[in-house]
């Protein structure tokens, strides 16, 4: 496939985003396929990526001895992608996740004269399929309980008579490993050999599948009693461990693939909330920001010493603490969320994170004590609101498939997860976290790759 036509890749977006304005919300059903609102949602947004990272692509494959390979493959992952979110048959969306794990694999592992990147794409390969694998035999199970092929069916018969656990756990475990959470963040951090357009695409894309099978799942999902909760916690202590793992990585790629396990989990965590609109948006806007770090990460790298960990002018609280807790209100306000179910919980992390935001801008060495302290309300009012809006927007998007609908009562494992993220933020706080050897060699191992997918070397065209 020449690389010019990576253009057919920017028409496909045109069309499906034209189709999804002009079609939305109507279903089109069609040999197992059912072009729903999850599928006008994601279908252009799948698009969009795919031809970004193929323009990127042009340039950077350029030279390679089997770039033709990369190329058809490169596309092959795409429309498999693209069928996954149409495909309502069980038998479609066991073809497409298997399909698309195959051709994952075989990209990661795509230099083939590299022992490194051969033994990352067998890895990935043995992880995936054994997440098609338990998807596979997951679905069946449940369409043989159900009576039939249809996922939409399977979570309507659901409502009338609860699922049988099992299946829906196998679910959850091919979730978790196309995710990449621990202990199958393994085959993600194993794989920087991949040619930077595949990291992009599976970093922006592919992992986000997991997210996708337990949305088209959640009604079977919600109705087995505490289920949804178990998946909160794995959810929200596998972004407790991908975060940790960042701190721990000395380079700019694996750092980022530690960052991916956090955010994948974060949206796992979002779906055990049972707030599905908020996850969907979580996911489209990690993929645009992760593929963006991806295809910049060449210059990542500055020729400059790094900087001793600044802290805040212990005055700048006073407007750091007060403005975090104003932008969650707003966002609150904006988004809709309530404060007596698991929208709390989301209200809380947007806090979190409103905090995050404003202690970046409180340490700006660059910029006055003035500045500073108006530029943290001025910053974080508007960006709670944008980021409201969007959650607002997606829920309303996915109003036709009942998912706005799932929001949990507030519960003893919530607690427990919140509880442990503060535990951890103040354990950092206090400085004594990044200082404990032996914390650094626990997460410096829990995170670190196969060894066999070392490269004892990386060329500049690696990088």
Known sequence: MPKHLIWPGWLLF?????????????????????????????????????????????????????????????????????????????LWFTAAWTAMAWWLADLIGYRRNQPAARAA?????????????????????????AGTASLVEIGQHASAQAPPLAPLLLVILAAVIQCALPPASRWL????????????????????????????????????????????????????????????????????????VAQMGFMIAQCGLGLFGAAVAHLMLHGLYKARLFLGA??????????????????????????????????????????????????????????RAAFAVATAQQLSAGTRSLAIPLLLLPGAAVYGAIVAATDHLLAPLGLADFAQPLHAAHGVVVLAFAAVALWDLSGRLRSSARVYAWVRAASAPSFATISPHRSLHDA
């Not at 950077?60 to 490169?74: S, T």
């Not at 054994?130 to 679905?139: D, F, H, K, N, R």
Request: aromatic share 8%.
């Open 298 to 355: 060449g210059n990542a790298v500055l020729a400059t010493a790094p900087t001793p960990r600044a802290r805040p002018a212990p005055w700048l609280w006073a407007v750091i603490l007060p403005s975090a807790l104003l932008a969650a209100a707003v966002f609150a306000q904006v988004s809709g969320k309530r404060w007596d179910d698991t929208g709390a919980i989301l209200v809380l992390f947007a806090a979190v994170c409103a905090v």
């Open 121 to 145: 794409g067998r890895m990935a390969r043995r992880w995936l399929l054994a997440g098609s694998l338990a998807m596979g035999v997951g679905l069946l199970w449940l369409s043989v309980a």
């Open 189 to 260: 951090m194993s794989s920087m050999t991949a040619p930077t357009p595949v990291s992009a695409l599976m970093h922006a894309g592919m992992v986000n599948a997991g997210g996708i099978l337990v949305l088209r799942l959640a009604p079977p999902l919600a109705e087995v009693p505490g289920l949804l909760h178990a998946v909160f916690v794995v959810g929200g202590l596998s972004a407790l461990l991908g975060s940790l793992f960042a701190l721990v990585q000395s380079d700019i790629k694996r750092t980022l693939a530690a960052s991916t």
């Open 14 to 90: 045109l069309a499906l985003f034209a189709l999804a304005v002009l079609r939305y919300p109507s279903v089109v059903q069609l040999a197992g396929l059912r072009l729903d609102a999850l599928f006008w949602l994601l279908a252009p947004f799948i698009a969009f990526v795919g031809a970004n990272v193929a323009h990127f692509a042009a340039r950077y494959m350029d030279g390679e001895a089997e770039a033709q390979r990369f190329w058809w493959r490169l596309a092959a992952l795409l429309l498999t992608a693209l069928l996954l979110v149409a495909a309502d048959h069980v």
